[in-house]
Protein backbone atom coordinates (compact mmCIF):
# COMPACT_ATOMS: atom_id res chain seq x y z
CA UNK A 1 0.00 0.00 0.00
CA UNK A 2 1.23 3.24 -0.71
CA UNK A 3 2.25 5.73 1.98
CA UNK A 4 3.45 9.70 1.57
CA UNK A 5 6.33 8.77 4.16
CA UNK A 6 7.46 5.74 3.78
CA UNK A 7 10.79 6.84 1.47
CA UNK A 8 9.78 5.02 -1.67
CA UNK A 9 8.84 7.06 -5.03
CA UNK A 10 5.57 6.34 -6.91
CA UNK A 11 6.28 6.43 -10.32
CA UNK A 12 3.06 6.86 -12.65
CA UNK A 13 2.00 8.16 -16.32
CA UNK A 14 -0.71 9.38 -17.13
CA UNK A 15 -1.95 9.91 -21.27
CA UNK A 16 -2.42 13.75 -21.00
CA UNK A 17 -2.97 16.82 -18.78
CA UNK A 18 -6.82 15.76 -18.88
CA UNK A 19 -6.13 12.51 -17.26
CA UNK A 20 -3.92 14.18 -15.38
CA UNK A 21 -6.44 16.51 -14.29
CA UNK A 22 -8.83 13.48 -13.47
CA UNK A 23 -6.34 11.79 -11.41
CA UNK A 24 -6.00 15.32 -9.19
CA UNK A 25 -9.77 15.51 -8.71
CA UNK A 26 -10.30 11.43 -7.96
CA UNK A 27 -11.96 11.12 -11.32
CA UNK A 28 -9.30 9.02 -12.35
CA UNK A 29 -6.11 6.73 -11.89
CA UNK A 30 -2.42 7.53 -13.35
CA UNK A 31 -1.44 3.57 -14.06
CA UNK A 32 1.23 2.99 -11.51
CA UNK A 33 4.92 1.66 -13.40
CA UNK A 34 7.18 1.19 -10.20
CA UNK A 35 7.79 2.17 -6.57
CA UNK A 36 11.50 2.69 -6.14
CA UNK A 37 13.88 4.59 -4.23
CA UNK A 38 15.57 5.78 -7.05
CA UNK A 39 15.40 6.02 -10.66
CA UNK A 40 17.11 7.03 -14.00
CA UNK A 41 14.62 7.91 -16.94
CA UNK A 42 16.57 8.63 -20.23
CA UNK A 43 15.31 10.69 -23.34
CA UNK A 44 16.01 10.30 -26.55
CA UNK A 45 13.73 13.55 -27.75
CA UNK A 46 11.85 16.27 -26.22
CA UNK A 47 9.63 14.82 -23.90
CA UNK A 48 6.43 16.53 -21.85
CA UNK A 49 6.66 16.25 -18.01
CA UNK A 50 5.48 17.84 -14.91
CA UNK A 51 8.28 18.76 -12.13
CA UNK A 52 7.02 19.48 -8.83
CA UNK A 53 4.15 20.68 -10.30
CA UNK A 54 4.96 22.63 -12.78
CA UNK A 55 4.46 21.30 -16.93
CA UNK A 56 7.90 21.05 -18.75
CA UNK A 57 8.95 20.54 -22.26
CA UNK A 58 12.11 18.71 -21.46
CA UNK A 59 15.02 18.34 -23.69
CA UNK A 60 16.80 14.79 -24.95
CA UNK A 61 18.42 13.97 -21.62
CA UNK A 62 18.86 11.54 -18.72
CA UNK A 63 17.44 12.24 -15.15
CA UNK A 64 18.67 11.08 -11.83
CA UNK A 65 15.48 11.19 -9.25
CA UNK A 66 15.98 9.53 -5.72
CA UNK A 67 14.76 9.90 -2.53
CA UNK A 68 16.69 12.90 -0.63
CA UNK A 69 14.26 14.78 2.34
CA UNK A 70 10.59 14.44 3.95
CA UNK A 71 8.22 17.54 3.57
CA UNK A 72 5.48 17.58 6.01
CA UNK A 73 2.19 16.90 3.49
CA UNK A 74 -1.47 17.61 4.12
CA UNK A 75 -3.96 15.70 2.76
CA UNK A 76 -7.42 15.99 2.48
CA UNK A 77 -9.78 13.61 3.54
CA UNK A 78 -11.14 10.96 1.28
CA UNK A 79 -14.85 12.15 2.39
CA UNK A 80 -14.01 15.97 1.16
CA UNK A 81 -12.45 14.24 -1.97
CA UNK A 82 -15.59 12.37 -2.80
CA UNK A 83 -17.50 15.06 -2.54
CA UNK A 84 -15.16 17.29 -5.08
CA UNK A 85 -15.29 14.71 -7.60
CA UNK A 86 -19.24 13.90 -7.64
CA UNK A 87 -19.54 17.91 -8.05
CA UNK A 88 -16.91 18.22 -11.11
CA UNK A 89 -18.98 14.39 -12.51
CA UNK A 90 -22.08 16.92 -12.45
CA UNK A 91 -20.51 19.53 -13.73
CA UNK A 92 -18.94 17.53 -16.89
CA UNK A 93 -21.87 15.57 -17.65
CA UNK A 94 -22.77 17.96 -20.54
CA UNK A 95 -25.29 15.14 -21.92
Known sequence: ??????????????????????????????????????????????LPMQIDGEPVLQPPSSINVRFHNQAVVLRRSVRQTGRVAARLAEVLDWG
Open 1 to 46: VPSYNDGVLEIVAVTGSLHLAKTQVGLANARRLVQCRRISIRTTKD
